[in-house]
Nanobody
Framework: QVQLVESGGGLVQAGGSLRLSCAAS????????MGWFRQAPGKESEFVSAINWGSTITFYADSVKGRFTISADNVKNTVNLQMNSLNPEDTAVYYC?????????????????WGPGTQVTVSS
């Protein structure tokens, strides 16, 4: 089974920072692209960021570019999202996702597996 568990969410004031982490189960270290999505109440799921196998190519939504940084440690089976300069519009449940393959062609690729999510709330 594939298990993804997010951590690091919480309440932060506008302008503050949070670091999300996603831990993947298993000990085989199979290469997969990983990503982050978010969903606010009343809104559709929104792509945030993704990273291909090897951490050489990353993708960011325009809304977070320059503020968020995605990184991965394939040995530890973790993917992280450093979020800086947060604003209330970033408030959402953030989901870690694993794609079908090691590489994704674009940000529209659909993931294969999802974590349960972690709440991020940014107060004004």
């Amino acid at each position: 089974q594939v298990q993804l568990v997010e951590s690091g969410g919480g309440l932060v004031q506008a302008g503050g920072s949070l670091r999300l982490s996603c831990a993947a189960s298993g000990r085989t270290f199979i290469p997969y692209a990983m990503g982050w999505f978010r969903q606010a109440p009343g809104k559709e799921s929104e792509f945030v960021s993704a990273i291909n196998w090897g951490s050489t190519i990353t993708f960011y939504a325009d809304s977070v570019k320059g503020r968020f940084t995605i990184s991965a440690d394939n040995v530890k089976n973790t993917v992280n999202l450093q979020m800086n300069s947060l604003n209330p519009e970033d408030t959402a449940v953030y989901y870690c996702a694993r794609y079908h393959n090691a590489w994704i062609a674009n940000m529209d690729e659909n993931p294969a597996y999802w974590g349960p999510g972690t709440q991020v709330t940014v107060s004004s």
